[in-house]
């Protein structure tokens, strides 16, 4: 059998040699998962309330292109489809789009304007510019419910045509604003008009669908 020898260093040979154990503390972890589900939600809900601020305030749009998440998005579309849906009273179609149209239109534009973004080498990922473009569909959104009330109030003529048209005309200035603020920084410089028109045609699609709601 063999057996194994073992050397013992001298104290003094062992001077040099240093480590360091660290051993992380779980109390400090950012972990989510024993959190209670309201904690969550909250955390989410103040989220998504902070991308709103920055849409109404076009500023600095890295807190939408690091931490993106589509929950704001998803809650302008389905409150557009909700305006925008058309019904009336005795059961026929009084022309306005329907719930699934209003989401179609939204999110299939907004995926081929982030594929024309893509193409043009802009740096953001497809789910960060549907971030960044559904968010900023904010101004639309109070637009749309303004016009809806304004409709409760007036009855159609000239005098509602144009504060309805001045509503959406604003909302839709602001929306491109904010949008192109979000994404210059990320398109190619030598391809900034090509990248910028899509955005424009895919807020001015959306701006259509609120001045002409039922």
Request: with cysteine; glycine share 8%; net charge negative.
């Amino acid at each position: 059998m063999s057996s194994t020898q073992y050397t013992s260093l001298p104290a003094s040979d062992l001077d040099g040699i240093s480590g360091n154990i660290f051993v992380p503390n779980s109390e400090d972890d950012d972990n989510t998962l024993d959190e209670p589900i309201s904690k969550t939600l909250m955390r989410d809900a103040k989220a998504v309330g902070t991308k709103f601020f920055h849409v109404l305030i076009p500023r600095d749009g890295s807190l939408l292109l690091k931490d993106w998440d589509l929950w704001g998005p998803l809650i302008l579309c389905t409150i557009l489809a909700i305006i925008l849906q058309g019904h009336s009273s005795d059961g026929k179609h009084d022309g306005g789009p329907e719930f699934a149209q209003v989401f179609v239109i939204i999110w299939v534009g907004a995926g081929v304007v982030t594929l024309n973004s893509k193409l043009l080498d802009g740096k953001l990922s497809f789910f960060q510019s549907i971030c960044v473009l559904g968010y900023c569909v904010l101004p639309l959104a109070v637009a749309a419910i303004l016009v809806k009330i304004i409709g409760l109030a007036l009855s159609k003529g000239l005098l509602k045509f144009v504060i309805d048209s001045v509503i959406v005309l604003v909302s839709f200035g602001w929306s491109m604003i904010a949008a192109v603020c979000f994404l210059k920084p990320t398109n190619n410089p030598g391809k900034a008009l090509i990248s910028t028109y899509p955005v424009g045609l895919f807020y001015f699609v959306v701006a259509w669908l609120v001045l002409s709601q039922p």
